[in-house]
């Protein structure tokens, strides 16, 4: 199964800067492959919403509020996906979710089979 492990999030001011992180895993003699990586978050009371997305090839994607603040990044050889959220406001409290899809393949043979997951989820609080 995949399993994805959030680091990052906390509390900070207005204008200060937060990175987080995810790790894309598979089980022991499973291999996976990824196709994109995203961030969404959600604010209480509010329905979850992109933050940025990124292709394996590198194409990004921001939502209108978070460009030229927040960048999105990835490491395909440690799957993983970053997002460097500067001059944060708070607005951007929420909790936020990476998001992976690829393909799982058990036992490292073909065929493989699509998946989407979701990490757990990581508090980012914004103070002003």
């Known amino acids: 199964q995949v399993q994805l492990v959030e680091s990052g999030g906390g509390l900070v001011q207005a204008g200060e800067s937060l990175r987080l992180s995810c790790a894309a895993s598979a089980a022991s003699g499973d291999m996976l492959t990824i196709n994109t990586r995203a961030w969404y978050r959600q604010a209480p009371g509010q329905q979850r919403e992109l933050v940025a997305a990124?292709?394996?090839?590198?194409?990004?994607n921001y939502a209108e509020s978070t460009m030229g603040r927040f960048n999105i990044s990835r490491d395909n050889a440690k799957k993983t996906v970053s997002l460097q959220m500067n001059s944060l406001k708070p607005e951007d409290t929420a909790v936020y979710y990476c998001?992976?899809?690829?393909?799982?393949?058990?036992?490292?043979?073909?065929?493989?089979?699509?998946?989407?997951?979701w990490g757990q989820g990581t508090q980012v609080t914004v103070s002003s």
């Open positions: 990124i292709t394996f090839g590198g194409a990004t």
């Open positions: 998001n992976i899809r690829g393909y799982y393949y058990r036992g490292s043979v073909l065929p493989g089979q699509a998946f989407d997951a």
